[in-house]
């Protein structure tokens, strides 16, 4: 199993961002995908998930400005996030786990791309 994240980079404050999270080894639309994000010097925080590509449910914290969306097609689970800040500088990762793991359980990992919020 195989996720690579892209899209990363930088941005300024107020703009959005698309992320991909590309998945080989298992159908996304059989799965639940993650994304979570890390600030420099920050533990890993939850951002959403989306489970077989059709329900979503996203960290309160950050309701409003992501929606995760998959593509059964592609394989990808995407990130789109808006309205961006500073704070919200980070690497973020997607994840996967089957949809009977708990909800903060996730077997598999990707990399990470990296997102740079100029204010």
């Known amino acids: 199993v195989r996720l690579v994240e892209s899209g990363g980079g930088l941005v300024q404050a107020g703009g959005s961002l698309r992320l991909s999270c590309a998945v080989s080894?298992?159908?996304?639309?059989?799965?639940?995908v993650g994304w979570f994000r890390q600030a420099p010097g920050k533990g890993r925080e939850f951002v959403g998930h989306?489970?077989?590509?059709?329900?979503?449910w996203y960290a309160e914290s950050m309701k409003g400005r992501v929606a995760i969306s998959g593509d059964n097609d592609e394989n990808t689970v995407y990130l789109r996030m808006s309205r961006l800040r500073p704070e919200d500088t980070g690497v973020y990762s997607c994840?996967?786990?089957?949809?009977?793991?708990?909800?903060?359980?996730?077997?598999?990992w990707g990399q990470g791309t990296q997102v740079t919020v100029s204010s």
């Open positions: 989306i489970s077989r590509t059709t329900n979503t």
């Open positions: 080894g298992l159908r996304v639309n059989h799965y639940r």
């Open positions: 994840a996967a786990a089957g949809t009977d793991r708990a909800t903060h359980e996730y077997d598999y």
